[in-house]
Nanobody
Framework: QVQLVESGGGLVQPGGSLRLSCAVS????????MGWFRQSPGKQRELVAT???????NYADSVKGRFTISRDNTKNTVYLQMNSLKPEDTAVYYC????????WGQGTQVTVSS
């Protein structure tokens, strides 16, 4: 059974930083593409960033230059470093693992507000 557990969300002021983590079990982590997605109230879930097994990365235009996705295959963990946060980054952030289909974590709330 594939399980993903996110952590690291919280309340931060505009311009601040947060680092999200996602621990994965029940799958061969090292060969899976991993991703971070987010969903705001009333909006569809959107891609934030992905990283392949070969560590190629892809980012949404709205987060390029501010967010960095990385992975540690020794810890079966994927990270999202978020800098220069804006109020529009407020959302529930979900970790995803692709192995024939996307598997999801439970999500972690990120709120950017003064």
């Amino acid at each position: 059974q594939v399980q993903l557990v996110e952590s690291g969300g919280g309340l931060v002021q505009p311009g601040g930083s947060l680092r999200l983590s996602c621990a994965v079990s029940g799958t061969i982590f090292s060969i899976n593409t991993m991703g971070w997605f987010r969903q705001s109230p009333g909006k569809q879930r959107e891609l934030v960033a992905t990283i392949t097994s070969g560590e190629s990365t892809n980012y949404a235009d709205s987060v390029k230059g501010r967010f960095t996705i990385s992975r540690d295959n020794t810890k079966n963990t994927v990270y999202l470093q978020m800098n220069s946060l804006k109020p529009e980054d407020t959302a529930v952030y979900y970790c995803g693992s692709y192995g024939l289909r996307w598997y999801w974590g439970q999500g972690t709330q990120v709120t950017v507000s003064s």
